[in-house]
T-cell receptor, first 115, second 112 residues
Framework: EAGVAQSPRYKIIEKRQSVAFWCNPISGHATLYWYQQILGQGPKLLIQFQNNGVVDDSQLPKDRFSAERLKGVDSTLKIQPAKLEDSAVYLC?????????????FGPGTRLTVT | LAKTTQPISMDSYEGQEVNITCSHNNIATNDYITWYQQFPSQGPRFIIQGYKTKVTNEVASLFIPADRKSSTLSLPRVSLSDTAVYYCLVGPPLSSASKIIFGSGTRLSIRP
């Protein structure tokens, strides 16, 4: 079974530029998550989709971050304009809703450096 | 939301059993306890999950006392490759609009 795919793996941009990350979840997984992980900290949930609808985006900085999950499969997270404090690893995860449990499958992440 | 508290770091030696305890005093009735492992430059990986008593899989055991206010992840006979950060999460099943909160985790270092 293929895992969660993310691209690019690394990205370096200057502040005020824009950037987009792509995620393809495991086939059949209805729920998709985007996390931000700053060095030395645990992942912080930015947004959660179930199929193509948003379940929770309470921690997404909506003035600069946006995310979409067209057709309920792959997803894109965008930052525009980027700030220095956005430097982090952006993780995508997916899960299969089967009536219980909290098992998420994570991708390798995209390391963003904003200079 | 159930807040979790776990040690910032732990050290051990190869071949030893390692127990990492997580406190979650305000766990709710429908909350599960889930543990993840994260290596550098990788996303977290699911290790084990439980609701009550004891759960065991090929990687670890999870002990949950009757009051469910804490849980202990047990790693038998650790090796150098078990050096990683371990996260304890408490929350309702993902089928609901659950708030997912990772703490800072426990940084486990295994020495030869």
């Amino acid at each position: 079974e293929a895992g969660v795919a993310q691209s690019p793996r690394y990205k370096i941009i200057e502040k005020r530029q824009s950037v987009a990350f792509w995620c393809n979840p495991i086939s059949g997984h209805a729920t998709l998550y985007w996390y931000q992980q700053i060095l030395g900290q645990g992942p912080k949930l930015l947004i959660q989709f179930q199929n193509n609808g948003v379940v929770d985006d309470s921690q997404l900085p909506k003035d600069r971050f946006s995310a979409e999950r067209l057709k309920g499969v792959d997803s894109t997270l965008k930052i525009q304009p980027a700030k220095l404090e956005d430097s982090a690893v952006y993780l995508c995860a997916s899960s299969f809703i089967a009536g219980g449990g909290n098992e998420q499958y994570f991708g390798p992440g995209t390391r963003l450096t904003v200079t | 939301l159930a807040k979790t508290t776990q040690p910032i770091s732990m050290d051990s030696y190869e071949g030893q059993e390692v127990n990492i305890t997580c406190s979650h005093n305000n766990i709710a009735t429908n909350d599960y306890i889930t543990w993840y492992q994260q290596f550098p430059s990788q996303g977290p990986r699911f290790i084990i999950q439980g609701y009550k008593t004891k759960v065991t899989n090929e990687v670890a055991s999870l002990f949950i006392p009757a009051d469910r206010k804490s849980s202990t992840l047990s790693l038998p006979r650790v090796s150098l490759s078990d050096t990683a950060v371990y996260y304890c999460l408490v929350g309702p099943p993902l089928s609901s609009a659950s708030k997912i909160i990772f703490g800072s985790g426990t940084r486990l270092s295994i020495r030869p």
